[in-house]
């Protein structure tokens, strides 16, 4: 018999994942009409186990530096995307000044520019607060201290207890 192709591959898993979700026995599934091979069945069955077995049996420390690792990347592109803002905000300030001496708005002293520049001080002034907050949520999330040292000092400290212990005995 020939080798499925990516399509009957795909309609197969979408006809058996249901049954496997409800907990159905492979053995019982591959009975059913318009079912493929039990031994197709199976496999399907065995390649979802092992994802979940794998999810849930992952070591914590390394689930919890994936997590870490996640959350510093999200993080980062938040601090990327609010520094792009701020310099898009500095640009235009300078475009829109540019563009009132052009037209001759702005008085030789620069007053327009000022009162401009007022009006984008808060703006700038809380971009500038929620990149540093960003910064400081970073700075917080790349320093904790993950699990395995956790249980690695509490581990010292027990031997260290015991050690003390013994000696006063």
């Known amino acids: 018999m020939a080798r499925p192709t990516l399509q009957q591959t795909i309609q197969w898993q979408q006809k058996i994942k249901p049954y496997f979700d409800r907990g159905l026995p492979a053995s019982y599934v591959a009975k059913f009409p318009n079912m493929p091979a039990p031994k197709t069945v199976n496999r ?7 994802e979940i077995r ?3 049996t992952q070591d ?6 994936e997590v870490k690792t996640r959350i510093t990347s999200a ?3 938040q601090i990327e ?9 500095l640009l235009e300030e300078s475009a829109l000044l540019d563009q009132a001496k052009a037209s001759k708005q702005v008085a030789p002293d620069g007053q327009a520019y ?13 971009v500038a607060q929620v990149i540093m907050e960003g910064l400081v949520l970073l700075g917080e999330i790349e320093t904790r201290v993950t699990i395995d040292e956790e249980v ?3 581990v010292r400290e027990w ?4 050690t003390h212990k013994a000696s006063l005995r």
Request: charged residues 40%; aromatic residues 10%; without cysteine.
């Open 60 to 65: 914590i420390v390394e689930r919890q530096l």
């Open 81 to 89: 995307f609010l520094v792009r803002q701020e310099n898009n905000m």
């Open 75 to 77: 993080v980062a592109n």
């Open 54 to 56: 794998k999810a849930e």
């Open 152 to 154: 690695k000092s509490k």
């Open 114 to 126: 000022l009162t401009l520049k007022e009006a984008r001080y808060s703006q700038k002034t809380k």
């Open 44 to 50: 399907y069955y065995k390649r979802w186990v092992d």
């Open 159 to 162: 031997i260290a207890d015991e």
